[in-house]
């Protein structure tokens, strides 16, 4: 029988983020046919309904027995509500697989943060990471679910100092940042905070002085959604 990410293969950054849970870009109706055989019982889709997809996703849903639930997650709706509403349904799924998904696992990144850490005990440097294979790239969804899941956590995380020598708060999300901008402009793979043994942001994520042997770093272009 084929397993949930195996169903997934060719959507853009598909990922086994816990053991019930996938997530991935979107999904083409072949896909979510292979994803019901595979036992995915839930699918939380945070794009918006106008986003173009090719097909009746809802219609298609129903016809599959999936239970379908859809949050928007866009640049309108990065608030506390929004994020109630996607952890109130990761928890409602309990023990069911589920599939969360947008259009390129960007959003999924930052919206899965705070289950991440309230629910499955990751910390804040973990749950980048898990962010990260998502296919989070853009800071500011970050920033949106490190600052809902500190605010759940209570005032003792949120004060806590700095750990082996890594920043916290606006710090770190700066940080990451220059990570995924290394990323968009190809630089060092080094830059990946995943990296073990690694400072956050080590030499290679510096800006780098202009010289002879070298040159300016590209600048980062915009996020994409």
């Known amino acids: 029988m084929p397993t949930p990410i195996d169903a997934l293969q060719g959507v853009v950054n598909a990922n086994q983020a816990l053991p019930r849970v996938v997530t991935a870009g979107q999904p083409a109706p072949e896909q979510f046919r292979a994803l019901r055989a595979a036992g995915v019982e839930v699918v939380l889709d945070i794009r918006d309904p106008m986003e173009p997809r090719g097909f009746d996703q809802p219609a298609l849903m129903r016809e599959l027995g999936f239970e379908y639930v859809n949050v928007v997650v866009s640049d309108g709706t990065l608030n506390d509500a929004t994020l109630d509403r996607v952890t109130e349904v990761m928890r409602s799924a309990a023990d069911r697989s589920v ?93 990946c905070p995943t990296s073990r043994g690694r400072p956050w942001m080590p030499t290679a994520c510096r800006p780098r002085p202009a010289g002879p042997s070298s040159s300016p770093a590209p600048a980062a272009g915009p996020d994409a959604r």
């Open 99 to 191: 599939l969360v998904h947008c259009h390129s696992g960007n959003r999924v990144g930052g919206a899965l943060t705070p289950h991440l850490i309230l629910d499955h005990g990751f910390t804040e440097d973990d749950a980048v990471t898990a962010a990260l294979r998502m296919g989070l790239r853009s800071a500011h969804l970050l920033e949106w679910g490190l600052a809902y899941a500190r605010s759940r956590a209570g005032s003792e995380r949120r004060r806590r100092p700095k750990r082996n020598g890594r920043p916290q708060g606006v710090a770190r999300v700066a940080c990451v940042n220059r990570v995924l901008s290394c990323r968009a402009a190809g630089r060092a793979p080094g830059c």
